[in-house]
């Protein structure tokens, strides 16, 4: 059933455009007062960056080159006093490091720099490579050649006076970046002081539109929704004759014509409710008489399977015991028809007494609660191996496994599981392989997945979901023996504790058969 339309009233502005008409006000005075932050901050970063970032590294840098201009000149001085070339080291280091004035010139300029700056770099750069050219490789190549004594008054005198010069212009670059850094410091400071009358103003105008909307929304929305919520309370405590009446904006006074509509159908449903109440109670008289009747057909049913395959055993026992006696006495003394319809006797009797065990057992399987207890799989295992220990040293079957885990369970019931898998691959071998079976496990989230693979003749893949049907059999019973019991023993086991057991293809040759059991909730071990 569709909603009913709900139509405004007419002339009544509507809450929805009262509240967008505030909203975009607001957000118009928030947008200018956040753009107007937002260039301050970005204008305090910027200055920030310079001051800390690059005048920093930039005067760092040219401290570093001066100091190493200057070590450079005592370096050579000290050359053309003594000769010793140990005193060159420092201006070897000056001359394999990158912080010179030249580097710092082409860094000025590549990072736009204003033409000053880049202009007394340069002129610093200039006068360090006069000294070094006019002065500083002259000196060391007289000396190197012929002796302290090669160096005259004059030429110290000039070499002087060109490191005057390249120090003075090495200072001049310096000055003029600590100039620069404290204006940078300065606008710095103006910025700063800008970005906190931003913040007040933001927090000023937050402040406000805040105000706006609480009052707007007091007015427009929670008083008209007070007032409906007590009316619709006044219903809901069971006043269902209350009328809600429909006050405040369009949109609230069309929400209080749907309450009212809801109103009244409620009351039409609850009376609809009444009517059925005494319906429903017959109904779950008839339907506990039912269960107690299904339960007490159940019981019934499992004692007549049980004692339907008890009395059948008494007389089976006897036609079988005497069937045999009969072949054992005159076996061989009659005509090869006679002995032949006394083994087919013989052998329906042997197989009518399989059919009822395996019925016998099949019905215990969940009715006759065994002992719950912590199984060791492989105790399990060792266990079914030694009631097959007949068939398997007769077929040379080798049986494996890998380390199985403890598992919650009943102990009989898992015994015959691995019982029936494995006398199942065992029987079902392949006439030109020996019967190899191993078995596996691993832990799949919260339960266990065991697995029993064999390479013996294998089943088809349309038949696995068949082959756990009961008295299912795919081969006859002159080929292989068997009732068709034995894998639906093993689903129904599987499934009373909790797990299920499927076919899946195998990769080369035989059957895989997979089953889970659930882990123990304390159970952390991986196999």
């Not at 000053?116 to 007289?142: D, I, K, S, T, Y």
């Not at 009631?387 to 380390?403: F, K």
């Not at 369970?409 to 691959?425: D, S």
């Not at 008295?471 to 639906?488: C, M, S």
């Amino acid at each position: 059933m569709s909603a009913p339309v709900t139509t405004p009233v007419r002339g009544r502005v509507t809450l929805r455009r009262r509240l967008l008409s505030l909203l975009v006000t607001a957000g118009v005075v928030l947008a200018l007062v956040v753009v107007g932050a937002t260039f301050v901050l970005s204008r305090v970063v910027e200055r920030q960056e310079a001051v800390t970032q690059t005048y920093f590294e930039a005067i760092t840098q040219a401290d570093g080159a001066y100091i190493q201009l200057v070590d450079a000149e005592t370096s050579v001085r000290g050359y053309a006093l003594t000769g010793d070339d140990v005193t060159l080291e420092p201006y070897q280091r000056a001359l394999e490091d990158d912080l010179s004035f030249r580097v710092l010139a082409e860094r000025e300029s590549a990072r736009g720099a204003d033409a000053e700056l880049v202009a007394a770099a340069r002129a610093a750069a200039e006068a360090g490579a006069r000294w070094n050219e006019e002065f500083a490789q002259p000196v060391m190549a007289h000396v190197a050649s012929e002796g302290t004594s090669a160096v005259t008054t004059e030429e110290i005198e000039a070499g002087r006076e060109l490191f005057d010069d390249a120090r003075a212009k090495a200072e001049t670059y310096i000055t003029l970046l600590r100039d620069r850094r404290q204006d940078a410091v300065d606008e710095l400071s103006h910025w700063m002081l800008v970005a906190a009358l931003s913040v007040v103003l933001l927090v000023v105008a937050a402040v406000g539109v805040g105000v706006a909307l609480w009052v707007a929304l007091r007015r427009w929305v929670l008083e008209p929704l007070g007032d409906l919520a007590a009316d619709a309370r006044a219903v809901a405590s069971g006043d269902l004759a209350h009328p809600v009446d429909a006050t405040g904006p369009g949109e609230i006074a069309d929400l209080a014509d749907d309450v009212e509509r809801m109103r009244v159908a409620l009351v039409t449903e609850v009376r609809a409710v009444e009517r059925s109440r005494a319906e429903i109670t017959d109904a779950h008289d008839q339907l506990t008489a039912q269960a107690e009747e299904l339960r007490r057909s159940n019981r019934d049913l499992e004692q007549f399977a049980y004692v339907a395959s008890h009395d059948l055993q008494e007389p089976l026992r006897k036609v079988a015991s005497f069937t045999q006696l009969l072949q054992k006495r005159y076996g061989g003394q009659l005509d090869e028809r006679a002995d032949q319809y006394i083994d087919f006797a013989v052998d329906g009797a042997k197989r009518m007494q399989r059919l009822i065990n395996d019925l016998l057992g099949f019905s215990r399987v969940g009715r006759h609660g065994g002992e719950v207890s912590d199984v060791h799989l492989e105790a399990a295992l060792a266990e079914a191996i030694d009631n097959l220990e007949e068939r398997i040293a007769e077929t040379g079957a080798v049986v494996t496994h890998d380390p199985l885990p403890t598992v919650r369970g009943e102990e009989a019931l898992l015994v015959q599981l691995f019982q029936n898998v494995v006398g199942n691959a065992v029987k079902f071998r392949h006439p030109d392989r020996v019967p190899h079976v191993h078995l596996g496990a691993r832990l799949v989230g919260d339960e266990w997945q065991l697995e029993c693979r064999d390479n013996g003749i294998g089943i088809d893949a349309q038949y696995a979901e068949r082959v756990f049907v009961i008295f299912q059999r795919l081969h006859a019973k002159d080929v292989y023996e068997g009732t068709g019991i034995g894998l639906a023993l093993c689903k129904k086991i599987v499934e009373f504790h909790g797990g299920r057991i499927w076919i899946e293809p195998s990769q080369d040759v035989g059957t895989r058969i997979l089953w889970t059991l659930p882990a123990p909730a304390t159970d952390t071990s991986t196999v």
